[in-house]
């Protein structure tokens, strides 16, 4: 597999930080396994070092994460998250026990609280997100069974943030401008994982490309974790209607010619990204988009 950190006198992003692939729906869908399965060994060919995929809601740890494994040689799978309401503790240190019993070293544990409306649908109370993290954190330090720089918290603001660096590998924002990369960066200092999300369509039509954008950005743009934090950096409410204003769109999701997606994914790295989760969308959503990844992986990484 080729190695995603290049020479330091590269002139690519990765030169400077690991390229990683966010996967979409289709990965986890069940009648598409094989589908997702051979996917995974093209995405480990084209040299991306890790890919981040949804854990999901249902409880423990999605299976998806130990067939891709199985499917690939080196490459690494990583939740992007696992919620602590949907799996308790003792699911989550089982569940990554037995991947690094098969997988050793291949398997990275992203922990997130998700958001309340999704959480009070199951039932659960969602008055004390931050609270739910630590007693999860304490309770697999308590076990010993997954150690620190084996997992990774989903954090946005400070608070979160400050969690991330002082009680695991790092952290794993998602739908975050450059800048809130920057502002991370400062929070976990040197030395802990910072490794957003970066959706981006590879579309240089700019009216085809905002819509596949907004159709993205429209359920996250009802979600107060994701809106609150884009307050920090200077959006509001009229940048959140109707799927997004063109100024926020075009910050988030960066789009167009594979250069320009290139310099769009630039800026986290600039930013203090080591690692950018790049999730390419597309117009049906449903979508194994292997020559965006592969031209974009060529670009980024070589």
């Known amino acids: 597999m080729t190695d995603p950190l290049l020479a330091p006198d590269s002139t690519k992003p990765a030169a400077r930080a690991r390229i990683s692939l966010w996967g979409g729906a289709p990965w986890a869908d069940p009648a598409r396994r094989e589908d997702a399965r051979a996917a995974a060994r093209e995405v480990e060919a084209f040299g991306y070092a890790r890919i981040w995929l949804s854990g999901g809601f249902d409880p423990g740890l999605h299976p998806v994460f130990g067939e891709l494994l199985e499917a690939t040689e080196e490459i690494g799978v990583a939740s992007g998250i696992v919620s602590v309401y949907a799996a308790t503790p003792e699911q989550t240190r089982e569940g990554f026990a037995d991947l690094e019993r098969r997988h050793p070293g291949r398997f990275l544990l992203g922990l997130g609280n998700s958001h309340a409306a999704i959480v009070e649908r199951s039932g659960q109370d969602y008055s004390k997100p931050y609270s739910r993290t630590v007693e999860h954190l304490d309770a697999l330090d308590a076990d010993g069974g997954v150690p620190r720089e084996r997992r990774a918290l989903a954090a946005l603001g400070p608070r979160m943030l400050h969690l991330a660096r002082e009680r695991s590998l790092g952290a794993h924002p998602y739908f975050t401008p450059p800048a809130h990369t920057s502002s991370a960066r400062e929070v976990l200092g040197e030395g802990a994982l910072l490794a957003p999300e970066v959706a981006v369509v590879h579309e240089s039509d700019p009216v085809r490309a905002r819509e596949v954008a907004r ?88």
Do not use: C, K, M
């Not at 988030?252 to 950018?276: C, M, N, Q, S, Y």
């Not at 959503?285 to 060529?298: K, N, V």
């Open 215 to 302: 159709r993205y950005a429209t359920g996250y743009l009802s979600l107060p974790n994701y809106t609150n934090n884009l307050r920090r950096f200077g959006y509001g409410d009229e940048d959140f209607a109707d799927g997004g204003s063109d100024r926020l769109v075009d910050e988030l999701i960066p789009w167009g010619d594979t250069a320009t997606v290139v310099a769009g994914i630039a800026r986290h790295v600039d930013a203090g990204a080591d690692e950018v989760a790049v999730q390419v969308l597309t117009a049906s959503g449903d979508e194994f988009p292997l020559r965006s990844w592969h031209e974009l992986a060529q670009a980024l990484i070589g």
